[in-house]
């Protein structure tokens, strides 16, 4: 599986092309507009915030009971009223996932141009974990814009 793009960590595949985003799995997928650069394998992620949840996530496997550290680099490129959930969960529901969660935090909702840094930790409950951007906290009815890069996950 590496020569198809996966990244590794202790010989775990951990998922595909950690870097594009836009090869993530979504909820609302029309709702999403990407832009990878190849060059600084960043993503630009705009979304429609129009009801329901709107989500970016992407399976692990991870050994139960194992803590790990997921970071990522963001720029909040149009600010909010309220942060984006950067959370890992044990399943993906349609909703804020807050009971689905082994750890939620949130991304700035103040509007930068320089990237800042927002980890997770988590203690794995399960093989398969997710790690998800929830949208759906969002205002309704609104656009917004979000750059990442160097998504980066570390068994501790």
């Not at 979304?47 to 996530?57: A, D, F, K, N, R």
């Amino acid at each position: 599986r590496e020569s198809e793009g996966y990244s590794k960590i202790s010989n775990k595949t951990l998922f595909v092309d950690p870097q594009n985003i836009s090869k993530w799995n979504k909820l609302y997928d029309d709702r999403f507009s990407f832009e990878f650069d190849n060059n600084t394998k960043q993503t630009k992620v705009t979304v429609t915030s129009s009801g329901g949840w709107e989500i970016l996530y992407v399976p692990i496997n991870v050994t139960s009971g194992k803590t790990y550290k997921v970071s990522v680099d963001y720029i909040n490129n149009t600010g909010s009223y309220q942060g984006v959930g950067f959370q890992i969960l044990n399943k993906v529901d349609n909703l804020d996932n807050l009971s689905n969660s082994a750890n939620t935090v949130y991304l700035s909702n103040t509007k930068s141009t320089d990237f800042q840094t927002i980890t997770n930790t988590f203690t794995a409950t399960q093989s398969t974990m997710y790690i998800a951007f929830n949208f759906g906290m969002l205002q309704d009815n609104s656009t917004y814009t979000y750059t990442f890069r160097n998504i980066l996950i570390q068994e501790q």
